[in-house]
Structures are given as structure tokens and as C-alpha cells.
């Protein structure tokens, strides 16, 4: 079939099959069928949809585009967990080794940080040493031996999404579910783990800002992973202030070893331990309240600390008898409260966009970031400041910004005469059988 015939079927409001749907893609790929051609396919997605059907075989198709990895060896214990993107999100630093301490198989493999949201591999390479371009058999040895691995994903991981995805972002043609689910799901199928966790992010500094549309995400990769023989669970968590307190590569990795320690902060924590409960009960198979009580157990008794210093050190990383040892920024500036009152609210986007441009984040992909800068926020919302007291500190490479950052940074908060709830963490759940709670 012709792609102007294929586009033609789903402007015209119909189903495309699995056939049409690979033609077309596998063509794209290739370079057979052009930009303006895909272009108008995808924009047919935004308007028309898709079915749940067509979801699937588009996530299937875009995964066999191009390497997969195949974990079956492993059996049914391996777990995979991807957040859609935050700012101070480093709870996979937590995720894998609480879930690995419980004897789930962590398999994992991330991205780099992208505009004013930080990735995995960025912060794991603030560790001296830490390797995140494994082979596939030190992915495969270090799972069986430790429990837990994070690679960066291979150059070939879904290619057909990579091309796609550039095209989107160019077209308008970003913002619609079932290319964003099957996008999402494309390099976790490719990824090969047979459970998977998703933490779909709700809020200012976030892709989705609206609950309605995050369940109607979340159902969507659900429903993928049933079709496609994964068992997927969404949870959906607050991403309008950033999560913990540390915003920057290093200063983030520390948080993660001190919130595992029990010296962190209880938001950081808490979402964390929901993600891997989902991640124990799914891969382990027993009850929710079992998976809740062996992951605070695995946290409480120092098991997951001690699981995280054995990762870090099998991936090659520092990390000494007192811990890690991780280079610190030059300047540490205090912002200072101007005036006695309880934060309502800290602007998530507007402090990821202050780490990004003291140099923690990169505009373009490919760009050196300085892991060692970034903020960290001392007042969040609930807290009752008094006037001259730090709010939060700059870490910076030199004094050059200070000034107008500090300013940015005061006016991403908000302020209330009185006493303030601190936020709601957790805004939903799709499970694996597509029940929303
Ligand atoms: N993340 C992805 O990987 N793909 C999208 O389409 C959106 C967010």
C-alpha cells in the first residue's frame, strides 16, 4: 500500500492493522517512507487516536526496530521501573537496590537528563569511576551476581522511537497518549524485563498536568504491557514541587545514600518505598501489605544501603568505608528568607531550570554538565520560615550567576500567612489489571 493510501485510512477515521502499521514505520526507518509523510501520519495519531490494538502492535513494532534484550533466562523475578521525567527524581538510585535487597532482579537501563530534568546515568556518572556502557554480558553478570544493574541504553535501543521522537518534537505532534505510551513502552519491551513499574509524574515540573490525563496514560501502558505479555503497573506522583531536597548530579546521589541510611527526607523516601513495593509484589508475587513490610524491613535493617555500596561497587564506582567520596562545588551561596512566613508552594519547573543552568543540565543533547552543581532546597512546602533564614543554597561552579540565580530561585516560592499542608505525594495507581485507585 502506498503511505498516502495508509495515512488516508486513519484521517478517515479508521484501524490501521499490524501490517500497515509496520509497513509504514519499518519504512520510515529505512528511509523509504519521508518526514512529511510520517509527519502527517503522526498528526493523523493526535487527532484520530488509536486503538488499543493499534497501541500495541506501534509499541511492538517501534521495540523490534531495533536490539532486544532478552532477560527470560532470568524467569519471571526481573523488574524494571521508569519515572517520566522530574525534577529531583532520583528515586531509581533508591528503587533498585531496595527492590534487589528484597531479591528482586533489577534490570535497568536509562537516559541522560534532558532540559530542566535530570537522568539517571548523568548522576550515576558523578560517582568516579562508575561504569554505565556495559556490555550485554556484564548487564546479564551483574544482575545474577548483585541483584541490580543501571546501563545507559544501547545506540540501537528502539531506533524507530529515536527517529520518531525527533520528528514529533518538530511537528506538534508530542502531545498525544497512545504515542506517548507506546513511546514510553517501546524502550522498556526492548529493555526485557518482565515486570515493569511506571511512575507517570503529575504537576508543574512535569509531563502531565492534569490527574484525568495521567490516569489516561497510565491505562494506556497498562494495557500495552497486558497485550505484550508484561505485567506493568503505573503509580502517579506529585512532580509540582521537586522530590527531596537536593536538585544536581552529586548532590542527588548523596541524598539517595542518605536517605537509604535513614538521614533523608521522608518524601523521598516514602515514594520510593510505594515504587518498590510495586516492584517486590509484581516480581516476587506476594500481597501488597507483604511487599510493604519486606521493603521497609529491607530499608530499616540497612540492607538496601548495604546493596547499594555492593552495586556501586561492582559497576566500578568509589565508594569507601565511610561511603562515597563525591567532588563538591566550588561556591555554595545561602538564599535567605526575606520574611516570616509557611512556603505553600516551591515551583518544581523554575528550580530545575536554576540547576540546569548553573551547568547541572544540558539545552542540547551531547553537551558537557558539571555534576558536581545544583540547589539544595532547606524550606519546602508546610515548612514555617523566619525572616533570615536559608531557604535553600546554590551550589555553583563560580559566582558569575549568583546573583541573578539566587533571585530566580526566591521567586519560585510561595508564600502564606498561614499554616500550609505539606503536599499529597501520591495522586493514583493503575495496577496490572487496569484498576484505577
Ligand atoms: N518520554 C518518552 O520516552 N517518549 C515520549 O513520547 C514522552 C516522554
Not at 548483585?146 to 525527533?166: E, F, R, S
Not at 516514602?270 to 510493604?292: C, D, K, N, P, T
Not at 566500578?316 to 555554595?332: H, K
Amino acid at each position: 500500500m502506498r503511505p498516502a493510501d495508509v495515512i488516508a485510512i486513519k484521517r478517515d477515521g479508521q484501524e490501521w492493522t499490524r501490517e500497515q502499521i509496520e509497513d509504514f514505520v519499518l519504512g520510515y526507518v529505512s528511509g523509504d517512507v519521508a518526514d512529511y509523510q510520517m509527519a502527517a501520519w503522526l498528526m493523523a495519531v493526535c487527532i484520530r487516536g488509536m486503538t488499543a490494538r493499534e497501541t500495541a502492535h506501534l509499541t511492538q513494532v517501534m521495540a523490534q526496530s531495533g536490539d532486544l534484550i532478552d532477560l527470560s533466562s532470568l524467569g519471571e523475578r526481573t523488574a524494571d521501573k521508569h519515572s517520566s521525567g522530574g525534577v529531583g527524581d532520583k528515586t531509581s538510585l533508591l528503587v533498585g537496590p531496595i527492590a534487589a535487597a528484597c531479591g528482586v532482579l533489577v534490570a535497568k537501563m536509562s537516559g541522560r537528563g534532558l532540559a530542566h530534568t535530570g537522568g539517571t546515568i548523568d548522576k550515576l556518572e558523578s560517582i568516579p569511576g562508575f561504569r554505565t556502557d556495559l556490555s550485554l554480558d556484564e548487564f546479564f553478570s551483574l544482575v545474577r551476581s548483585v541483584g541490580v544493574v543501571i546501563a545507559g541504553q544501547t545506540a540501537n535501543l528502539a531506533p524507530a522511537d529515536k527517529k520518531m521522537y525527533a520528528l514529533r518534537d518538530v511537528t506538534g505532534t508530542v502531545p498525544s497518549i497512545p504515542l506517548i505510551a507506546s513511546s514510553i513502552m517501546s524502550k522498556k519491551i526492548a529493555s526485557g524485563a518482565h515486570n515493569i513499574v511506571l511512575d507517570v509524574k503529575l504537576g508543574k515540573g512535569a509531563f502531565m498536568s492534569s490527574r484525568e490525563s495521567a490516569i489516561e496514560l497510565a491505562r494506556a501502558m497498562v494495557s500495552i504491557g497486558g497485550q505484550l505479555n508484561r505485567r506493568v503497573v503505573t503509580v502517579i506522583t506529585d512532580m509540582n514541587q521537586p522530590l527531596g531536597c537536593a536538585v544536581g548530579n552529586a548532590l542527588e546521589v548523596l541524598e539517595a545514600a542518605e536517605t537509604l541510611r535513614g538521614r533523608g527526607p521522608e518524601d523521598l523516601l516514602r515514594v520510593s518505598e510505594v515504587l518498590s513495593s510495586e516492584m517486590v509484589r509484581l516480581a516476587l508475587g506476594v500481597g501488597q501489605s507483604e511487599a510493604e513490610k519486606r521493603v521497609r524491613d529491607a530499608v530499616g535493617s540497612g540492607a538496601a544501603y548495604a546493596k547499594f555500596e555492593e552495586w556501586i561497587r561492582a559497576q566500578g564506582g568509589e565508594c569507601g568505608a565511610s561511603g562515597l567520596a563525591l567532588a563538591t562545588a566550588p561556591v555554595q551561596h545561602p538564599v535567605l528568607a526575606t520574611r516570616a512566613a509557611y512556603v505553600s508552594a516551591v515551583n518544581a519547573l523554575v528550580i530545575g531550570q536554576v540547576a540546569a543552568e548553573l551547568g547541572a543540565g544540558r539545552a542540547a543533547l551531547g553537551e558537557p554538565i558539571d555534576h558536581r552543581v545544583g540547589v539544595v532546597l532547606h524550606a519546602r512546602p508546610g515548612d514555617a520560615v523566619k525572616a533570615g533564614q536559608p531557604i535553600a543554597t546554590l551550589h555553583a561552579a563560580d559566582e558569575s550567576q549568583l546573583a541573578e540565580m539566587a533571585a530566580r530561585l526566591s521567586e519560585a516560592y510561595a508564600w502564606s500567612e498561614s499554616p500550609v499542608e505539606a503536599p499529597v505525594l501520591i495522586h493514583g495507581r493503575v495496577d496490572e489489571e487496569g484498576h484505577v485507585a
